[in-house]
T-cell receptor, first 116, second 117 residues
Framework: DSGVTQTPKHLITATGQRVTLRCSPR?????VYWYQQSLDQGLQFLIH???????AKGNILERFSAQQFPDLHSELNLSSLELGDSALYFC???????????????FGSGTQLSVL | AQKITQTQPGMFVQEKEAVTLDCTYD???????LFWYKQPSSGEMIFLIY??????QNATEGRYSLNFQKARKSANLVISASQLGDSAMYFC??????????????FGTGTRLTIIP
């Protein structure tokens, strides 16, 4: 158990809908990262929050947004869903910003999103 | 250009044999870190081993070792005495430098390893 909690584990929804994925980082970790894993794109970095503030954006669509709350949990909001958004969405956390030697990402078990 | 390249989409290895999973990387930053993660069929991502760009010795963690060849920009994972439980997808990843916005891991496409009894 990595200590990173993601809910829900599975989500089935229809095109055009909006969903919210939730992530609780490991106790004490200030950074939260979101990744999308699909068969054709592999593991793609979406966005990184550190202590409530956005640090970096990757290949995140404008239909997607995220935030990190004062208690450090994070939510990823996906709207106007399309079939191609079906993927496994991972949240990962780290103590700071991967600056220390060997500091690594701890991954949650992911949310499997199916858009029908 | 791909920052992390894993050229072996799949590998089949006999149980108890050693296996090497290839990873090459591309960066101009002198300070970087290389990681390997394992993803079993259950889906979770499990950290295996880390190598820093300034490390003089190859990293080892139990049955895992990293064959780090800096000049060739390769960081191959070696699993000794493979076990059936090693069957999984393996990802190589890199963290480049320390500049703002680079505080993330970039992953390769992965290698699916299957251990044959």
């Amino acid at each position: 158990d990595s200590g990173v909690t993601q809910t829900p584990k599975h989500l089935i929804t229809a095109t055009g809908q909006r969903v919210t994925l939730r992530c609780s980082p490991r106790s004490g970790d200030l950074s939260v990262y979101w990744y999308q894993q699909s068969l054709d794109q592999g593991l793609q970095f979406l966005i990184h929050y550190y202590n409530g503030e956005e640090r970096a954006k990757g290949n995140i669509l404008e239909r997607f947004s995220a935030q990190q709350f004062p208690d450090l949990h994070s939510e990823l909001n996906l709207s106007s869903l399309e079939l191609g958004d079906s993927a496994l969405y991972f949240c990962a956390s780290s103590p700071t910003i991967l600056i220390d030697r060997g500091e690594k990402l701890f991954f949650g078990s992911g949310t499997q999103l199916s858009v029908l | 250009a791909q920052k992390i390249t894993q050229t072996q989409p799949g590998m089949f290895v006999q149980e108890k044999e050693a296996v090497t999973l290839d990873c090459t990387y591309d960066t101009s930053d002198p300070s970087y870190g290389l990681f390997w993660y394992k993803q079993p069929s259950s889906g979770e991502m499990i950290f295996l081993i880390y190598q820093g760009s300034y490390d003089q010795q190859n990293a080892t963690e139990g049955r895992y070792s990293l064959n780090f060849q800096k000049a060739r920009k390769s960081a191959n994972l070696v699993i000794s005495a493979s076990q059936l439980g090693d069957s999984a997808m393996y990802f190589c990843a890199m963290r480049e430098g320390r500049s703002f916005g680079n505080e993330k891991l970039t992953f390769g496409t992965g290698t699916r390893l299957t251990i044959i009894p």
